[in-house]
C-alpha cells in the first residue's frame, strides 16, 4: 500500500517561508512523476509544482520565482521551498506522485498552509 505523507504546513506571515515535505512509503523510483497541488476553500485543485524522473520541473505561473521543488530519492521524499508567500497562497496542499508503470495517481491527505496578511 502506497502512502504520502506531508508535513510542514502552518501559520505564517506575508513574506515568510515554509517547507513542505512528502514522505513516501516506498521506493520514490517506482514514481515517474511526483509533485505538489494545492486546493484553496471554493476552488478546484491545481498544480503548484511537479518534478520529473531526471530532475526537469514544472511550475504553475503564480509561484515560479517563490517556490522550488526538490526530490531526495535516498529518502524516498520531496520537498516544496516556499518563499516569499502571499496571502493567495493558502490552501490545503497535497503531495502526489504517479507510478512509472501503472499510470496509477497516489494523493497524500493534505496539510493546510495558511498566510496572514
Known amino acids: 500500500q502506497v502512502q504520502l505523507v506531508e508535513s510542514g504546513g502552518g501559520l505564517v506571515e506575508a513574506g515568510g517561508s515554509l517547507r513542505l515535505s512528502c514522505a513516501a512509503s516506498?521506493?520514490?523510483?517506482?514514481?515517474?512523476?511526483m509533485g505538489w497541488y494545492r486546493q484553496a476553500p471554493g476552488s478546484q485543485r491545481e498544480l503548484v509544482a511537479a518534478v520529473i524522473s531526471g530532475g526537469i520541473t514544472n511550475y504553475a505561473d503564480s509561484v515560479k520565482g517563490r517556490f522550488a521543488i526538490s526530490r531526495d530519492s535516498a529518502k524516498n521524499t520531496v520537498y516544496l521551498q516556499m518563499n516569499s508567500l502571499k496571502p493567495e497562497d493558502t490552501a490545503v496542499y497535497y503531495c502526489?506522485?504517479?507510478?512509472?508503470?501503472?499510470?496509477?495517481?497516489?494523493w497524500g491527505k493534505g496539510t493546510l498552509v495558511t498566510v496572514s496578511s
Open positions: 516506498v521506493s520514490s523510483f517506482r514514481f515517474k512523476v
Open positions: 502526489n506522485a504517479q507510478n512509472t508503470i501503472t499510470d496509477i495517481n497516489y
